[in-house]
């Protein structure tokens, strides 16, 4: 049960598990004229769909949906209009997010959290391709924590032991920590204000007025279209670092990463190439995979040659069954760009990256004696991933 507080004047709404339904938003697509573009018809089609969806909940009141509406059509509204955060308890797990960040802060109050979709993919993938059964006990590197939801959740919800947090916006990490402190976890999360990336230099991040979530490091030339105004956005100054430089201070102990957790808004593809430790170590890396973000930051052909070069297979997580070799990473840019016809901006998907690891002293605890990597094969240059067993021994 979740608990919502409207600047500390409890019991607002209740809502039940994180993400049991899909929120009940607007449809993504506006409902405008039909012309004769194949995209612009099909994001009709699903704007209409969902819409009705959602009516249908509502009649219904399925999944609490009702209650769903009352916070995302009137409750977080309205607060944004009176108090700068809102509270919310989940199953004895609480958040204070943002009323001005309509993405990330927004899902968690209507939901009680964020991305466990996201996270239950994970956990498929990684049990079906690595052996990994569980997240207990393990260390997370969170690239790109924002105002920590995936960083409680990973540590209340997903019996992580410990997470070092890395995130460059100053606004974003209070919320951090101030959602570390309010679940007694600030002795388990190790937190850096800076953001990774390929150099060791200031960095400029160009802030989102409305959507916390979608700040994103500028680089020097954009190569992507500007489609949703980003070029006009105010910037700020921040730490720029590479993980290998970090690791080489001992500032990040990469030895004890046991798995990573990365989203930042396009910039994977500058991360992986200042991370060649990272690679090297076989850590699993889940990673947000979004081609117009990463073709406008002019990492897009680096992201694939990195993940090309440094990692064997491929997960989809909104297909956690289904393994691609890595060499064909680069086929998920034109999929995901032609599902969304003429709207680019909008094709995203999370990618768990998987090669044959190093073991860190964790996770040689967590496999069973007997867990084996099963790789299919996905296309004829590539014998040496043909089906074959990999044991993975306990120490």
Known sequence: MAVAHLGGVPEIARTSAPEAAKPLLPARADIGVLGDDDGAVRRRCKAIGVRLRNLVRLVRNSDNARREALRSRILFPFAARVTPFLGVEQDGVRYVVNTRDSAVSFQTFVNGGFAEDTMGSMLIGLER????????????????????????????????????????????????????????????AEVHQLALSNTDDTLLLECSEENCGDHRIRVADPSGPDLIGEGKRATVEVVGRRLDSLAEVKAIDLDSIDLVWMDAQGHEGHILAGAERLAAAGVPIVTEYWPYGLRRAGGLERFHALVASGYSLVVDLREPTVALDAQRVAELADRYTAREGADPSSAYTDLLLLSPPRLSRTLKQTFDQDAHLHVRARSAHTARSQTAPKQRALR
């Open 129 to 188: 391709y690595a052996g990994i059964k569980t997240l207990d006990g393990l260390t997370v590197l969170e690239v790109g924590a924002n105002i920590g939801t995936e960083t409680v959740s990973l540590l209340m919800r997903h019996g992580v032991e410990r997470v070092v947090a890395v995130e460059p916006d100053a606004e974003n990490v209070r919320f951090l920590r101030a959602n570390l402190a309010l679940n007694g976890l600030q002795d388990r």
